[in-house]
């Protein structure tokens, strides 16, 4: 059996923040990982696969584009993270990530 004590539920702000993760990661998550301290790799796992489920064009538009590990991204996305943000900032963030 799972063990299913250390899941919480992904606010909207970390959801934005795992679609930016993801673009810049693609589906690795053991690198992902690093970016959120507070969820396990399994908990990064299960949220892809939830979300592939309930949204699976957006999925599928974000790895469609991912072109490989994108370094700069993913600096600016950990300098982001190192932040407290408050809820508009995290739409802000994946923003400016794009950019």
């Known amino acids: 059996m799972k063990n299913k004590g250390n899941r919480k539920r992904w606010n909207r702000e970390e ?14 998550f053991s690198i992902m990982n690093l970016l959120f301290p507070d969820r396990t790799r399994s908990n990064l796992k299960d949220k892809y696969k939830r979300e592939s489920k309930v949204n699976t064009h ?4 974000v790895l469609n584009s991912y072109k490989g590990f994108n ?3 993913f600096e600016k ?3 982001f993270l190192k932040k407290p943000l408050g809820p508009d900032q995290a739409s ?8």
Do not use: P
């Open 71 to 73: 370094v700069e991204k």
């Open 92 to 99: 802000e963030c994946a923003d400016e990530i794009e950019k």
């Open 15 to 28: 959801n934005d923040l795992f679609y930016s993760a993801l673009e810049c990661c693609g589906l690795d």
């Open 58 to 61: 957006k999925i599928e538009d």
């Open 77 to 79: 996305l950990k300098s």
